[in-house]
């Protein structure tokens, strides 16, 4: 399949790029939905996908340029000797970007906006959780399209052939027979995160009263890292943490997982849903009570005036025109 979708002139759209930005919308619909069910402006959830897709993309593009694959893919090594190269997107669309990366960029995106937005920032971390597991999924299908990022050889019955152009190392076609057949890596993370996607959705609706805010992209940290750990088994192109059998993107997974499930444990120790209903309704209680005092205060205060004659009443209208009849009223 040819990985470019169409051409605008000499522009070439790349499938990828679309599948991204279709995945992207999309998370988006999704999020808004979440947003109106936890009683937030679903407004929001559009200007922080244009601050995502933005520093989104500069992060998901430096992980891959600081990176050092296996089998000869370019890295770090390549683009310290070809800078322009690392900013050159019209040379290969979307290519070369890593998926950590974007995730980290976006979530700088969510804390900037809301710090300056003034937003809960763990609520808006839960909200676009699940679209972005969505949009994971989505964006593997491009992949499968440019035929990268595929696994091992593979007899399984739903292994997926691989043109000679496309394959690397030990894989090549006068290595390896052309009718090979390659684990379809892609095709796996894919179901994980559709898998993930819809279990982030029933569990945001089934515990809602149980979860705090933050939970489910904490919940994310786990689900998606430990598919992405067991994935890279299967990735003979991986970028390996040097002197060890382990990926990067493992030691990456094994990181998140930990912090999330620590995280999760600490602010769940001690917490309960109802002693915080409690507190939040005494807050509710007292924010009133402190309103019905101060109007209290002005009644009072109002009062006061009108008895030492300082604000007009109907009836102090109608005595003041009496008094201009006698001599004048005082203004």
């Known amino acids: 399949m040819d990985p470019v979708a169409f051409r605008i002139g000499p522009l070439a759209i790349h499938w990828y790029g679309l599948l991204i930005v279709t995945g992207a919308v999309l998370a988006a619909v999704v999020s808004t939905f979440e947003a109106k069910r936890r009683g937030e402006d679903p407004e929001h959830v559009w200007n922080i996908l244009s601050y995502c897709l933005i520093l989104g993309i500069i992060g998901a593009r430096l992980y891959h340029v600081f990176s050092s694959p296996e089998g000869g893919f370019v890295g770090w090594d390549y683009y310290k000797a070809h800078p322009i190269d690392i900013i050159a997107f019209w040379r290969g669309g979307f290519r070369g970007l890593g998926i950590y990366g974007a995730v980290a960029g976006g979530i700088v995106a969510v804390v900037l906006y809301c710090h300056f937005a003034k937003l809960n920032l763990l609520r808006w971390l839960d909200i676009p959780t699940p679209g972005l597991l969505l949009a994971q999924a989505i964006g593997r299908l491009g992949n499968f399209i440019n035929q990268e990022l595929y696994g091992q050889p593979t007899t399984l019955p739903w292994g997926v052939p691989i043109d000679c152009l496309h394959r690397y190392g030990a894989f090549t076609c006068d290595k390896l027979s052309e009718a090979a057949r390659f684990h379809p890596t892609y095709f796996y993370e894919a179901l994980w995160n559709l898998v993930g996607f819809g279990l982030m959705l029933w569990l945001g609706r089934k515990f809602s009263r149980k979860l705090r805010d933050g939970d489910i992209f904490f919940a994310y940290l786990i689900w998606y890292p430990l598919g992405r750990f067991w994935v890279e088994f299967f990735r003979p192109d991986a970028w390996m943490v040097?002197?060890?059998?382990?990926?990067?993107?493992?030691?990456?997974?094994?990181?998140?997982?930990?912090?999330?499930?620590?995280?999760?444990?600490?602010?769940?120790?001690?917490?309960?849903?109802?002693?915080?209903?409690?507190?939040?309704?005494?807050?509710?209680?007292?924010?009133?009570?402190?309103?019905?005092?101060?109007?209290?205060?002005?009644?009072?205060?109002?009062?006061?005036?009108?008895?030492?004659?300082?604000?007009?009443?109907?009836?102090?209208?109608?005595?003041?025109?009496?008094?201009?009849?006698?001599?004048?009223?005082?203004?």
């Not at 109007?295 to 109907?314: C, K, Y």
Request: charged share 25%; with cysteine.
């Open 242 to 331: 040097g002197g060890t059998r382990l990926a990067t993107a493992q030691l990456i997974a094994l990181v998140c997982i930990v912090f999330a499930a620590v995280m999760i444990f600490l602010r769940h120790r001690g917490w309960s849903p109802e002693a915080e209903a409690e507190e939040q309704g005494s807050k509710g209680e007292g924010e009133q009570g402190s309103k019905g005092a101060e109007e209290q205060r002005s009644q009072g205060a109002g009062d006061l005036l009108v008895e030492a004659g300082e604000v007009e009443t109907p009836e102090g209208a109608r005595m003041g025109g009496e008094g201009n009849e006698g001599g004048g009223a005082q203004r």
